[in-house]
């Protein structure tokens, strides 16, 4: 009943139960107990202690370096009724193997807190690799700011599931979540609007109720090791030059026009404030990503540059001598040109770009991995435009889009205009493939990731978060393991699955 499902698992009669004797041989890997007595110890009490050989009822967790068959992130699972070996050629494969084994446990395994269980297995045999090396979850924290607590319970979830990014989408034009030392006001001011819309955008409603809240770059220090103990990293998003606002609200000298300076804004949907493109500008920028260089160790860090509008910089004379200085064709190119300042500081900081898609064509640095999201034929225009991409197209892949047209379900972004694709219903996510067909084997390989969207306009709390993530999140778990088989049968395991979600105290949409 394992979600990710495994390349391979067979079982066998008897069972293996852990006790208070079973102990952990992990010479190589002492990080990977930790962890599994981290996410055992606490429901079972049984303190699960290092043991200094592999015998009898211990739990054996192995780094092979010479097992190149698995791969970076395999592993080889073993359970026999004397006891567990896990094999992988780093920590990486062995934490996917804690996680597979705490699936072969009694739901209870999932609780928060004490269970009375009998913590017995069945024997099996697994062997699992994944397919793509990024699997990620955004989730989007600038329109609602939502509780440092419940990111961890994301991580845990994306831990669960065997998937290693999740994507913090910090800054938005609604609000900027990341503490940057040198520029206080874009928390003291940025971070906090004095409204939100009520009822969908276009009722053009106000709740009339502030809100707002940050991170400080300690509470985030302490996210990013607590994801990293379980195998996630966190990739953070600086979304520029576009969706900008609360930034330029905090300092209008920012903006495009600092004598009439905007709030933060109140309603969704694409503000029309970007950056100007002064040097100071660019030099500002630098700054936050500095900071934030130093709190994510990422080898990514997320630049945006979606959803560009080009209106302030037509209207510019400062833009106009930008483009006549730097042999630019309109407008429209200074989104590329603003994208490469920045890129090149990330770079030289021995970083990796990753921008949205609305970069493709617009000389975007060759190492820059796309994010294709308008639609799953920016894929194939995204690898045609020399780049690595992760799949994330809307239609497929936004869990903020609601999982049924049926009547009672939340409100939901899709809701008051017209839609063309239809709900993204658990099926239609499990069905999705992410290699263009039709492409060259050289330009499909360069996919080398799948990832799910969480924006959160209509997701004002975790509850309401966790209701449009869940069950969805673990097809898209097996999408991006690429263990996607007949859906009838990942119906049944996630019959099982859904009761961890219970066990763990979360909230989701019930299955069909």
């Known amino acids: 009943m394992l979600i990710p499902r495994p390349v391979s698992i067979s079982d066998s009669a008897g069972s293996f139960a852990l006790t208070p004797a079973t102990a952990i041989h992990a010479p190589d890997a002492p990080e990977v107990a930790a962890l599994l007595r981290e996410l055992l110890t606490p429901v079972t009490g049984l303190p699960l202690p290092d043991a200094a050989e ?64 009998a913590w017995t297995v069945t024997p099996v045999s697994v062997v699992d690799t994944p397919r793509y090396p990024w699997r990620g979850l955004l989730l989007d924290v600038g329109r609602w700011h939502k509780p440092v607590a419940w990111l961890r319970t994301v991580v845990d979830l994306l831990a669960m599931h065997r998937m290693n990014v999740l994507h913090l989408h910090l800054t938005e034009d609604q609000g900027w979540r990341f503490e940057v030392r040198k520029y206080p006001r874009l928390t003291e001011v940025g971070a906090f609007r004095r409204a939100s819309p009520a009822g969908h955008e276009t009722d053009n409603a106000s709740d009339d109720t502030p809100h707002g809240g940050f991170y400080t770059q300690d509470e985030l220090r302490d996210l990013v090791a607590y994801a990293a103990r379980r195998g996630v990293t966190i990739v953070p998003e600086i979304d520029l030059p576009g969706h900008m606002q609360a930034a330029i609200a905090a300092y209008p000298r920012l903006g495009n026009d600092p004598e009439n300076p905007p709030e933060v804004w109140t309603r969704f949907g694409v503000s029309t404030r970007v950056l100007n493109v002064a040097d100071e500008t660019v030099a500002f920028v630098k700054d936050v990503l500095d900071e934030l260089m130093d709190v994510f160790p990422s080898p990514w860090i997320h630049l945006g540059g979606d959803e560009v509008p080009l209106d302030e910089w037509q209207a510019s004379p400062e833009a106009a001598r930008r483009i006549a200085a730097e042999g630019l064709d309109g407008a429209g190119d200074l989104l590329g040109w603003w994208i490469r300042q920045v890129a090149a500081h990330v770079t030289a900081a021995g970083r990796r770009p990753v921008l949205w898609d609305e970069l493709v064509g617009q000389s975007a ?132 699955h859904v009761r961890r979600f219970d066990a763990a105290g979360l909230t989701y949409r019930p299955l069909d």
């Open 365 to 496: 640095p060759a190492d820059a991995i796309v994010m294709a999201w308008r639609g799953h034929d920016r894929i194939a225009d995204g690898l045609r435009d020399g780049h690595d991409v992760i799949a994330t197209p809307h239609e497929h892949l936004y869990l903020n889009y609601p999982a049924s047209d049926a009547p009672g379900e939340p409100l939901s972004i899709r809701d008051g205009y017209p839609d063309p694709h239809g709900p993204t219903t658990l099926d239609s996510v499990y069905a999705y493939r992410a290699e263009p067909a039709g492409l060259p084997q050289e330009l499909a390989s360069r996919v080398v990731g799948v990832q799910a969207n969480m924006w959160c306009e209509y997701a004002p709390t975790a509850e309401r978060a966790e209701y449009d993530l869940l069950p969805r999140l673990a097809a898209v778990a097996e999408v991006a393991w690429g263990a996607t088989t007949d859906p009838a049968a990942f119906r049944t395991r996630l019959a099982t």
């Open 54 to 117: 592999h015998g009898p009822h211990t739990i054996a967790l192995h780094v092979d370096p010479g097992a190149t068959d698995l791969g970076a992130e395999g592993y080889r699972l073993d359970v026999a009724r004397t006891g567990v070996t896990a094999v992988a050629t780093g920590p990486a494969g062995l934490r996917w193997a804690v996680q597979a084994f705490r699936q072969l446990l009694p739901v209870a395994a999932f609780a928060r807190g004490p269970a009375d269980a």
